[in-house]
């Protein structure tokens, strides 16, 4: 037998209202055969699917997210549809920085008159997450609750919010002092902003309810003590955490309002 050839997963589709959901009601009609584990949430456009959503469902156990939409030009809302890829560029990266697959999420697009294309992309995508298997394999799934939990909240953040937004206009248009930025330049500063950020908030998780040292929080985290300690310096400033008590002249961190 197979290694996952009893499991059926669960997936969350969010399909845009005047396109891929379109497509979606002409398969029905014309009677095209697909899965039925996918469940359909209808969005004015994919635009609207903010990144965070995604974590979201993957949080509450859904094995695979699809993000349906116009085809490029055909956006009943003109760039929606672009604005939909650079975010889920964001969102396949920080996935797979926290070792999630980021074949769990798929962006593609489908118009009104597609309807066989449609059932073909959902029988595909529900193979691809039946072969990978349940969320998380092996691993205690709290543990990768945790890891997709600092990447929603790092997600969700305004400074990467507002590169996201600026990535199409940075990369054709140059920076604020008329620099050419290429497509390779920026992904490597949103690479570099995502694990930041992913991991302020693995920290902050980690000292919420549990005084900790920067010590014992990079052995949990299996990173540098001394990038730890940085990060924590940082929040205190900040006001997101402070020293709970000295021990052994190591301070001890918590997060502040637990």
Same mark, same amino acid.
């Given at each position: 037998m197979a290694p996952h050839e009893l499991f059926e997963p669960r997936i969350l589709g *969010?399909?845009?209202?005047?396109?891929?959901?379109a497509g979606a009601d002409l398969a029905g009609v014309s009677r095209f055969q697909y899965p039925t584990n996918?469940?359909?949430?209808?969005?004015?456009?994919?635009?609207?699917?903010?990144p965070t959503m995604v974590l979201e469902a993957l949080m509450n156990r859904m094995d695979g997210v699809a993000v349906l939409g116009c085809h490029f030009g055909d956006c009943h809302y003109i760039t929606g549809n672009y604005y939909t890829e650079r975010r889920m560029k964001a969102v396949r990266?920080?996935?797979?920085?926290?070792?999630?697959?980021?074949?769990?999420?798929?962006?593609?697009?489908?118009?009104a008159a597609e309807g066989e294309r449609f059932a073909t992309i959902?029988?595909? *995508?529900?193979?691809?997450?039946?072969?990978?298997?349940?969320?998380?394999?092996?691993?205690? *799934? @709290?543990?990768? @609750?945790? @890891?997709?939990?600092?990447?929603?909240?790092?997600l969700g953040q305004q400074r990467l919010r507002w590169l996201v937004?600026?990535?199409?206009?940075?990369?054709?248009?140059?920076?604020?002092?008329?620099?050419?930025?290429s497509q390779e330049e920026f992904d490597r500063v949103m690479v570099d902003s995502l694990r930041k950020e992913y991991l302020k908030n693995r920290i902050l998780l980690t000292v919420s309810?549990?005084?900790?040292?920067?010590?014992?929080?990079?052995?949990?985290?299996?990173?540098s003590p001394r990038e730890v300690l940085s990060h924590l310096i940082?929040?205190?400033r900040n006001g997101l955490v402070s020293v709970a008590e000295v021990s052994e002249t190591s301070p001890k961190y918590r997060r502040l309002g637990e």
């Open positions: *969010f399909l845009c209202n005047w396109c891929s959901y996918v469940r359909i949430i209808r969005v004015m456009c994919s635009g609207r699917v903010d990266a920080i996935l797979e920085y926290i070792e999630v697959e980021p074949d769990r999420l798929l962006v593609d697009w489908v118009s959902v029988r595909d *995508f529900t193979e691809k997450i039946r072969s990978l298997g349940p969320l998380g394999g092996e691993a205690p *799934f @709290r543990e990768v @609750r945790d @890891r997709l939990l600092a990447a929603r909240e790092a937004g600026k990535e199409k206009e940075m990369v054709e248009e140059g920076n604020v002092f008329e620099e050419d930025v309810g549990e005084a900790l040292s920067a010590r014992e929080v990079a052995h949990r985290l299996k990173v940082a929040l205190e």
